[in-house]
């Protein structure tokens, strides 16, 4: 814990006091002075409340001398029932809060609003004071920044519950690299300022849902070992979850973000991930991400580009029913089990170039009404299909080149438009379903030599051998846990079994037969 705060003559430690049964009658002096008028004294029964509870904590034995009764379990239960008084202080509502609130909405556009707001902001400056101070108090209560070397550091307050549901903030909230073991819940908050998380570890599922964010938030470098719930939140400016781990479950589903969403380089290990029917007004990075677990995006809008490149998935991952406005980019992502893209909606340049389909791929569906679409140098283990997809009329070239389709390509009534679409270099299983047929021009931009695409070819008998030896290694009877995304993960619920080495071998293998080794 850090050194002790400097406190205001009015509240001051009580020193020889600080022992004993005068801690009931001190509570109750310091809970009066809450309800003061005078922002100072409300300010010395917070700091008295703190200095309470930090006493039941570090000398429960000298109280349960005392008692005729002893309870092992008071020192603890005291100093609870302090954080949720002071918790319940946070939550309060306190006049002029709903105008500052009303107002930070148009501040940034309205200067009457901003100046407005700033003379607000001057008149809550106290009681802002007052409660940013218990704030930080209980930051370095749990802070983490105090660990020596690279373990994890827990302070004398990390192990307790705090509620701040409902609370309004107008004030920055500053909790950077917290170690919570205890429980902690930030539902239907309101954060008019500044809201930072980042760095923070926190061992149970913690509950953000319903927040609404007017300034930054911060939550990257985190690890939430429990979870995390943050549906239906508003992220006004900022919203920053870079390199954050997910233990359990990550649900992020009916989210607006109206600033850009940083997701980049997360991991995920619980049972899912989950962000469909969100809005991405600005751009949504989610590059270098792993999903031990199904990842939804179902139902998303992305009015930003969405950057998605080098995603692994070990699970099954939806992107069924998206709309991008702007360039889409999933290039060089790994999904073990199905990927589902049908239903989707590409405004602008389109990117799956060099991903890697070991489950079943749905393309079907979807429409591409602008700018390149690249498919190029990917591969497809199991059955793909891009049926009932229609190009737009602005649609530049649709490219295919270089990959490999080893188990049924289903192209059935494509309105190609006047997309130029090309498949050299590409490979296909002769054996399996390979369907290409046109809707809405007379005649397809894709010219066939045979049964298969111009420059593509059929995959001989000898290598039609090795594609079943690779499959039976992909689909071992006993499963072996890919290294990637997470070691530690549990995979029993795949619904596709793959070892890495035989995704591996197999990958190797097919880009040796596209070209691209």
């Not at 100046?115 to 004071?129: G, N």
């Not at 499959?471 to 795949?494: G, K």
């Not at 619904?495 to 035989?502: F, G, K, M, R, Y």
């Amino acid at each position: 814990m850090r050194p002790a705060a400097q406190y205001p003559e009015s509240a001051q430690p009580s020193g020889t006091q600080s022992v004993g049964v005068g801690r009931g009658q001190r509570r109750i002096v310091a809970t009066g002075q809450l309800s003061s008028v005078d922002a100072d004294t409300r300010l010395a029964g917070v700091l008295a409340l703190i200095e309470l509870a930090d006493e039941w904590l570090a000398s429960p034995a000298a109280d349960q001398i005392t008692s005729k009764h002893p309870n092992p379990n008071q020192p603890v239960q005291e100093a609870q029932a302090i954080i949720h008084e002071l918790c319940a202080y946070i939550r309060s509502p306190f006049p002029l809060v709903s105008e500052y609130r009303r107002l930070a909405g148009s501040a940034h556009t309205d200067p009457q609003a901003h100046l407005k707001m700033q003379q607000i902001r001057d008149e809550l400056s106290p009681e802002a004071r007052v409660r940013e101070r218990i704030l930080a108090e209980v930051s370095a209560r749990v802070s983490r920044l105090g660990a020596v070397g690279d373990g994890p550091a827990s302070g004398p307050w990390s192990w307790l519950v705090f509620d701040f549901s409902g609370a309004v903030f107008f004030y920055p909230v500053l909790l950077k690299a917290s170690y919570c073991t205890g429980e902690m819940a930030f539902r239907d908050c309101i954060f008019l300022e500044e809201a930072c998380f980042s760095h923070a570890f926190f061992a149970q599922c913690t509950d953000f849902s319903g927040a609404a964010y007017y300034g930054d938030a911060s939550f990257g470098f985190s690890s939430f070992k429990g979870g995390a719930r943050f549906d239906r939140c508003t992220f006004g400016a900022l919203a920053e979850f870079t390199d954050t781990y997910y233990g359990g479950d990550a649900s992020f589903r009916e989210c607006t973000y109206k600033g850009l969403a940083l997701y980049d380089e997360s991991t995920y290990c619980g049972t899912v991930a989950d962000f469909s029917n969100s809005v991405y007004c600005a751009g949504a990075e989610f590059g270098g991400a792993g999903y031990d677990c199904p990842a939804i995006f179902s139902g998303s809008v992305f009015e930003g580009a969405a950057y998605f490149r080098f995603g692994r998935y070990a699970d099954t991952v939806r992107h069924d029913g998206c709309s991008y406005a702007a360039a889409a980019d999933f290039s060089y992502s790994v999904c073990w089990a199905d990927a589902d893209f049908s239903g989707s909606a590409f405004a602008q340049g389109t990117s799956f170039t060099g991903c890697e389909y070991y489950g079943a791929a749905h393309f079907s569906g979807c429409s591409f009404t602008g700018g390149t679409v690249n498919y190029s140098g990917s591969i497809y283990a199991a059955e793909v299909s891009f049926s009932n997809s229609t190009c737009g009329e602005s649609t530049g070239s649709v490219m295919f080149d270089a990959s490999g389709f080893f188990d049924g390509a289903l192209f059935t009534s494509v309105g190609w438009g006047n997309a130029s679409v090309s498949f050299t270099g590409c490979v296909f299983n002769p054996s399996s379903r390979n369907v290409f047929t046109n809707r809405g021009a007379a005649q397809s931009p894709v010219r066939f030599s045979g049964k298969l695409p111009l420059g593509a070819r059929a995959l001989a008998f000898d290598e039609l051998d090795e594609l079943q030896e690779h499959r039976q290694a992909l689909h071992p009877t006993a499963f072996v846990a890919p290294a990637s995304p997470s070691p530690a993960a549990e995979y029993a619920h795949l619904p596709h079994q793959v070892s890495e080495e035989a995704v591996e071998e197999f990958a190797r293998w097919a880009r040796e037969l596209i070209g691209e080794d």
